[in-house]
């Protein structure tokens, strides 16, 4: 039986993967505002990678599970992760061909490191994925658990442990500058007492998410025993507030780090952050009820069912329009003020999500070649 889509899911997908193009765009096209305007956009991304790992867990952890099954698919998820390093290093080898590469490069970037000096960093979201998946169905058991000692326990301890540690460390950075003093050293050393490593919020995002994603199925079911009535006060005027809040509050951040450490486009340690916390839990609990139909549900859904493949090629979409903006008729774009620039930015990152689409699109309904498209 095939499983209904949610349209709210898919709207949170389109919005973190247009994010995620939006980042990687301020990177590597030749012609972007390292000001005030091109920071506001940036600023807005920081919320793409939570988005995903939230959505992940909203749509799986509340859903019965096969563990034959599930093994299966990561199985398959492994599989198509590596032909698509494979693809990957070959258009890098042979398109950019800007650095020396060897086996061993190869051997590395295969299992989980990068590719020589070649951006391919962002395969470390699938590494993440594949690893999150590994170890799903003991997330499962604690989320399904009928005593949820356990399962609060744990998010308690990945919040203390990512949110939390890093937020703090960023508060006590804030009171050393002004203060002249070193605080925030305080608390380098309590990455000690976590066995989750640098990657503990994945699990903290996927594990919130699935509490959202059991709350919305419980509220469209009019379940009136769910736990979490604080969710269900949030109506989305409320939600809006407190995401634009959210949004200002990273924007003073990130303009913080600018000043002290010289930090543009980017937010240090952005994903780890309490603001981007909140926006992330907002967001989906708002986004996640929205229920369009018509053509906009299937634009939607198009899109919802094609982020993986927009992933997978996006990169090499900017690496394609990078060389493009190198031809002599988009010298003109280096004279443009920073507002026009940052809005011409946003039309061509727009042109590389839907150039990405299109392609991801149409090869998956090819026979064999589909099922490198589909997760």
Not at 6 to 25: C, E, R, S, T
Request: hydrophobic letters at 50%; proline letters at 3%; a positive charge.
């Amino acid at each position: 039986m095939k499983k209904k889509r949610v349209i709210g899911y898919d709207i949170i997908k389109f919005i973190a993967m247009f994010l995620v193009v939006m980042l990687h765009y301020s990177f590597y096209t030749r012609y972007y505002s390292r000001g005030l305007a091109g920071t506001l956009i940036t600023v807005l991304c920081v919320v793409c990678v939570p988005l995903f790992f939230s959505v992940n867990g909203a749509l799986l952890l509340p859903r019965d599970m096969d563990e034959v099954k599930h093994y299966r698919k990561t199985l398959n998820i492994i599989i198509v992760v590596t032909i698509w390093k494979l693809l990957a290093a070959t258009f890098f080898i042979f398109v950019d061909g800007s650095h020396p590469v060897t086996a061993k490069d190869l051997a590395i970037f295969l299992l989980g490191g990068g590719f020589g000096d070649y951006p391919t960093g962002y395969f470390w979201f699938m590494n993440a994925l594949i690893a999150v998946y590994l170890v799903l169905p003991v997330m499962k058991l604690a989320f399904d658990a009928e005593h949820k000692i356990a399962f609060n326990a744990l998010l308690v301890v990945l919040t203390v442990f990512t949110v939390g540690k890093d937020s703090l460390t960023f508060i006590l950075q804030a009171v050393g500058t002004m203060t002249n003093r070193d605080y925030a050293s305080l608390t380098s050393s309590l990455g000690e007492f976590c066995i989750f490593g640098p990657y503990g919020y994945v699990l903290l995002y996927v594990l919130v998410g699935g509490v959202i994603g059991r709350h919305l199925k419980r509220t469209q079911a009019k379940h009136s025993d769910d736990a979490l009535h604080l969710l269900s006060a949030i109506s989305p005027a409320k939600a809006c507030i407190g995401i634009a809040l959210c949004y200002v509050l990273t924007l003073l951040i990130q303009r913080y780090q600018h000043a002290a450490h010289g930090t543009n486009l980017t937010v240090e340690n952005g994903y780890l952050l309490l603001p981007t916390f909140i926006a992330t839990i907002l967001i989906v609990l708002t986004v996640g009820q929205v229920n369009v139909q018509g053509i906009w549900s299937r634009i939607f859904q198009v899109i919802g069912m094609n982020t993986f493949g927009i992933y997978m090629l996006h990169l090499m979409g900017l690496i394609l329009l990078n060389k493009l903006q190198s031809l002599p008729r988009f010298q003109f774009t280096g004279n443009m003020n920073s507002v026009a620039v940052t809005l011409l930015n946003i039309l061509l990152c727009t042109c590389v999500f839907a150039a990405c689409l299109a392609v991801s699109a149409s090869l998956r309904k090819i026979p064999y070649i589909g099922r490198l498209f589909t997760l």
